[in-house]
């Protein structure tokens, strides 16, 4: 058996192959070795190795991608949390390498995730070429749904928005904008939370003002890296983000006379069949 394993800042998801075809499947709140406590990380790993004990000692090999995972400090973590419930090889990489394996496998290209979080890489054969640094939501994390929503809120929280706009967001959260700092500030994921605020600006899309916000995040994500000069690679994304807000990202690529490859909401998919053919 081998064990797949994807795990974004919002969902972790698993997947436990048996002779390449899914056994079981599993989605879980979201694992950020950077900036979580391993208690939390054992917490999700536990519920899920409970789901699948009268199997788990079958499991061969472990494949993990994660958010977080940026170097051997984190690579370790992750291996010390696993190796209490199995005994299996481990394969542990960063979530940008299971946006490439998904996207484009041993091939080359841009690969970009853009989910609660961002990254981008180029990439040719396996290996990483050039990369941005991660610097997290505090200082980097261009074009994703914290970006998104941080941008939105500003122009919320200080009375920037229109009123249509700021109306409907009023009625559809329920709370009013004391209440709604506080539950951001108190919150024990700030980045997620901030994030879930695009599913109302997706909702509202179509509206002129929250069209040019988004795009607009997508325009700082795209400058990080246009001193790659890699105009003529096509450009791969991953994460909801990309997949859900693709006509504004299709609008920006364009206006850039840049090269949109595949677009996939979540990488697991392509890791399946990755693995399932190795």
Partial sequence: ?????????????FRL????????????????????????????????????????????SIYYFGAGVKNNTQK????????????????INSDLMASALACIGYGEGIVCILGTGSNVAYLKERLLIKQIFASGFLFGDLGSGYHIGQSFLSKYFSDKLPLSISSAFEEYQGLNK?????????????????????????????HPY???????????????????GLN???????????????????????ERKLIQGKVIEKPIDGLVDYFSNK
Wanted: charged share 20%; proline share 1%.
């Fill in 1 to 13: 058996m081998k064990l797949i394993i994807d795990a974004g800042s919002t969902t972790t998801e």
């Fill in 76 to 91: 370790k973590k992750i291996e010390e949390a696993l190796v209490k419930y199995s005994n299996a090889t481990k394969e």
């Fill in 178 to 206: 004391s209440n709604l700092l506080a539950k951001i500030y108190h919150s024990e994921n700030t980045k997620s939370e901030v994030a879930s605020i695009t599913k109302f600006i997706y909702n509202h899309k179509s």
């Fill in 210 to 228: 929250l069209s040019y916000l988004v795009k607009n995040c997508f325009f700082k994500f795209l400058d990080q890296f246009s001193h790659w």
């Fill in 232 to 254: 003529n690679v096509p450009i791969n994304f991953t994460g909801g983000i990309a997949f859900h807000f693709n006509d504004l990202l299709m609008d920006v690529l364009n």
């Fill in 17 to 60: 192959l048996q002779n390449n075809e899914i056994f079981n499947h599993f989605s879980s709140a979201g694992i950020n070795t950077y900036n979580q406590k391993e208690s939390y990380i054992d917490s999700i790993l536990n519920d899920y190795f409970e789901r699948i004990a009268t199997v788990s000692n079958e499991i061969k």
